[in-house]
């Protein structure tokens, strides 16, 4: 049984586009995270939702939104694509926050071309 | 400079060998995050600890809140073991997580 999945695992697009990924845990974690791995590994949190409530909004461009129909999803739309968005998105979720042990999902790789 | 730093960048070692990584942080947290990335991209949780010392299997991290200092090691490594090996840490206050920006390890048969 997978733990936390996403889709699509790739996801090809040209600038411009809106495309969305998708998040789902069936771990009954209350938290999760949209995080983004850049060319070089590099981790960055983007989102963290508490019970379907944001609680975390880092430095993200407005292009990106998050979405939580309840509290073992949560998505991610991205309007007007661009160059710069070709990244590794992961999904992550938690018991209760950043204190509890992270359980990812696989990644999505996004390219936009 | 990044808030969490680690060291080396890159590593390798013969298989058998005693790896160590270490992970510095400037800022104050709560809690230190170990994570392995393996080639095909997929992050695993290794380790979480506040204080003292965690082990599994052939895994152990240590942690020194006083000294800002943590480290994973591994004995009688192996090829599997490589991968990329990620800390991070809670930030007081938030629930943040700041990360390392990973220890590449490789390990010859």
């Known amino acids: 049984d997978t733990a936390v999945s996403q889709t699509p695992k790739y996801l090809v697009t040209q600038m411009g586009n809106d495309k969305s990924i998708k998040c789902e845990q069936n771990l009954g974690h209350d938290t999760m995270y949209w995080y983004k791995q850049d060319s070089k590994k590099f981790l960055k949190i983007m989102f963290s939702?508490?019970?379907?409530?944001?609680?975390i909004n880092e430095t993200v461009p407005n292009r990106f939104s998050p979405k939580s129909p309840d509290k073992a999803h949560l998505n991610l739309h991205i309007n007007s694509l661009e160059l710069g968005d070709s990244a590794v998105y992961f999904c992550?979720?938690?018991?209760?926050?950043?204190?509890?042990?992270?359980?990812f999902g696989n990644g999505t790789r996004l390219t936009v071309t | 400079k990044n808030e969490v730093e680690q060291s080396p960048q890159n590593l390798t070692a013969q298989e058998g060998e005693f790896i160590t990584i270490n992970c510095s942080y400037s800022?104050?947290?709560?809690?230190l995050h170990w994570l392995q990335q393996h080639p095909g991209g997929g992050i695993v949780s290794l380790f979480m600890?506040?204080?003292g010392k965690k082990k599994h299997g052939r895994l152990i991290a240590t942690i020194n809140i006083q000294e800002k200092h943590s480290s994973l090691h591994i004995t009688a490594s192996h090829p599997r073991d490589s991968a990329v090996y990620i800390c991070a840490g809670h930030n007081f206050g938030n629930e943040k997580l700041t990360f390392g920006t990973g220890t590449r390890l490789t390990i010859i048969p």
């Open positions: 800022v104050g947290i709560s809690a």
């Open positions: 600890l506040s204080s």
């Open positions: 992550a979720s938690s018991q209760n926050g950043a204190s509890s042990p992270l359980h």
């Open positions: 939702y508490n019970n379907k409530e944001l609680i």
